[in-house]
């Protein structure tokens, strides 16, 4: 079984600086884990997604995030903030069935 | 990157009726899809796996009579919402996972707004 935690409900930042949201993970596998962005009332956009490869992973829009075996983490980040940005965001984590386990998600709001 | 459909996007229907949602692959065949439900500000929650040519499995919790699946094909699951009650009023999303050696990921469809009244 596998699952994420989101360890912050709510993220505020200011347009311009960095933004951090955090997850870390729990799987019995080698696990294959995603970050995506839900803006109100769309659907899910993929950001980026980590499957075994490089530990540090590029994403669209300037995110990225790094996976920490150690730390069981697989934190986002953005060096500057963009209004655009403001949305909820949810780590993934995905088994070997495919099937995927969601994080309660974090809102983010980007203030002017 | 593989597309996949949702209709309708929305949908009001008053209490007692079914209402049916399609989920298509358009651009590649899914033997698997997923349909989630999501309520306001939360997350998704996954509530049964769409196997083409046999029944679905449900997760613990959601009523297989309630909510019928049906992948008729290999771009196709359809989910049934029984005799809706105003607590079914939700968001329903499905993913397909697009499978292969190094690949894992799910591509979503837009979502269906199902509102009862």
């Known amino acids: 079984a596998q699952s994420v935690t989101q360890l912050d409900s709510h993220v505020s930042v200011s347009e311009g600086t960095p933004v951090l949201l955090r997850c870390n993970y729990s799987s019995s596998y080698s696990p294959s884990l995603f970050w995506y962005v839900q803006h109100p009332n769309k659907g899910l956009q993929l950001l980026l997604k980590y499957t075994s490869a490089a530990t540090l992973v590029k994403g669209i829009n300037g995110f990225e995030a790094e996976f920490k075996k150690s730390e069981t983490s697989f934190h986002l980040t953005k060096p500057s903030a963009h209004m655009s940005d403001a949305a909820e965001y949810f780590c993934v984590v995905s088994g070997d069935d495919y099937k995927l386990s969601f994080g309660a998600g974090t809102t983010v709001t980007v203030r002017a | 990157g593989a597309v996949v459909s949702q209709h309708p996007s929305w949908v009001i229907c008053k209490s007692g009726t079914s209402v049916k949602i399609e989920c298509r692959s358009l651009d590649f065949q899914a033997t698997t899809m997923f349909w989630y439900r999501q309520f306001p500000k939360q997350s998704l929650m996954l509530m049964a796996t769409?196997?083409?040519?046999?029944?679905?499995?449900?997760e613990q919790g959601v009523e297989k009579d309630k909510f019928l699946i049906n992948h008729a094909s290999l771009t196709l699951s359809t989910l049934t919402v029984t005799s809706a009650h105003p607590e079914d009023s939700s968001f329903y999303i499905c993913?397909?996972?697009?499978?292969?050696?190094?690949?894992?990921?799910?591509?979503f469809g837009p979502g269906t707004r199902l509102t009862v009244l």
């Open positions: 769409s196997n083409e040519g046999s029944k679905a499995t449900y």
């Open positions: 993913s397909a996972p697009l499978r292969g050696p190094e690949n894992n990921e799910q591509f």
